[in-house]
């Protein structure tokens, strides 16, 4: 359990694995009433940072204010250069430099016992030499911080970074107000029980006033939907297995777009990593194509409302989208969904011609030779 919330905590920072005025509800908070979430996820990372990065002697305070600073989308690094630093350190450097620590340590054995001194030398285990200069463990640490609270930001937690920063300093002082079985118990019971009752409960409160909205109608499994185009209904799709061309932007209850095919709709970040990698049609629109059994009940069911060239928008409660596991960072259990679609085209499904039925009678195995 430690390592599977350390993971989702640093959601990347780590780059061992893999290389939302807040929406989000993320405050600086005050010391003054604990918070049981935001202290748990502080000594939740805390004591994975003791655990795997023990080798780095990390500027702490440079940690906490990238911590602080990236939550609050006020840090002095971009995200994108943050991500590129620590991809480089941790894959590259960070096993270079610790190879030459270890190198180090055993010549200064090597010459200490060739003089005739057995005392044993206990190391650190954070060495200096794993960074190369002041300036480089003061970048790296504030891009390590900056990384662990733009992931914070992202998540949608209630979050104060107060309690955050006191749980890590509390772990790195060894007096935590949490022991790690009490971290993990608590955050299993978060992400498991408490955030999926809190989503379902506001999901169903988000429902239940779109469907007063004028122009809104419900299906009998609950899906709500607004025809704004109803398109050629000669053109329509009547069987879940015919495959449908689509423009899409589908939006979380708070409004945050999670997905799109229209670069417009993209978030400010997504359009730059777009313009990095396509510079000459970064704007381009991407349709996409797929059956309508292969997609969630909610699209599967609202698509055959609305005909080709025809525009609508879904409202989707959880059990016709992603149910209690939910999708990602951004679409949490019990989480109800919003799409605008745009239906271009529909290839009606034909049923494959039957096989022939008469055996082919199998040619008889020639003789033996003699």
Same mark, same amino acid.
């Given at each position: ?19 939302? =005025?807040?929406? &989000? ?6 010391? &003054? ?13 805390? $004591? ?74 206990? $190391? ?94 419900? @299906? ?39 997905? @799109? &095919? ?69 679409? =949490? ?13 529909? @290839? ?23």
């Amino acid at each position: 359990m430690k390592k599977i919330f350390f993971a989702a905590a640093l959601a990347g920072a780590a780059m061992l694995a893999s290389c939302g =005025g807040n929406k &989000s509800g993320v405050q600086l908070g005050s010391l &003054s009433e604990f918070d049981s979430l935001s202290y748990s996820l502080g000594a939740n990372i805390g $004591y994975g940072m003791s655990y795997e990065m023990k080798d780095i002697p990390f500027d702490f305070k440079a940690v906490d204010k990238g911590v602080r600073e990236g939550a609050l989308g006020k840090a002095t690094q971009e995200h994108d250069k943050s991500l590129d630093m620590l991809c480089e350190y941790f894959m590259t450097k960070r096993g270079e430099r610790a190879q030459a620590v270890a190198q180090k340590r055993a010549e200064a054995d090597s010459v200490r016992l060739a003089g005739g001194d057995t005392t044993k030398v206990e $190391y650190p285990a954070a060495d200096p030499d794993m960074f190369e200069s002041e300036e480089e463990r003061t970048e790296i640490s504030y891009a390590f911080g900056n990384n662990i609270g733009y992931n914070i930001a992202q998540s949608g937690m209630p979050i104060q970074l107060v309690w955050i920063g006191e749980a890590m300093q509390n772990v790195r002082d060894n007096n935590a107000k949490m022991t790690e079985d009490e971290v993990n118990q608590y955050l299993q019971y978060y992400f498991m029980v408490k955030r999926p009752a809190e989503n379902a409960e506001a999901s169903k409160a988000w429902l239940e006033k779109t469907e007063k909205k004028s122009g809104v109608k419900k @299906t009998e499994s609950g899906l709500l939907y607004k025809v704004t185009d109803a398109g050629d209904a000669s053109v329509m799709p009547k069987d879940p297995r015919d495959v449908v061309k689509v423009h899409y932007t589908g939006r979380t209850r708070e409004g945050k777009v999670f997905d @799109t &095919s229209k670069f417009a709709n993209r978030s400010k970040e997504q359009q730059e990593m777009i313009k990095k990698q396509r510079p000459d049609d970064f704007d381009k629109d991407e349709p996409v194509e797929f059956p309508l059994n292969r997609v969630i009940p909610g699209w599967t069911e609202g698509l055959q409302l609305v005909g080709k060239g025809g525009k609508i928008t879904l409202w989707i409660p959880a059990d016709l989208a992603y149910g209690a596991r939910g999708a990602g960072r951004d679409i =949490g259990p019990n989480e109800a969904l919003e799409f605008e679609v745009e239906l271009i085209d529909v @290839t009606p499904y034909v049923e494959p011609a039957p096989a022939d039925s008469t055996a082919t009678a199998e040619k008889p195995e020639a003789a033996p030779a003699k």
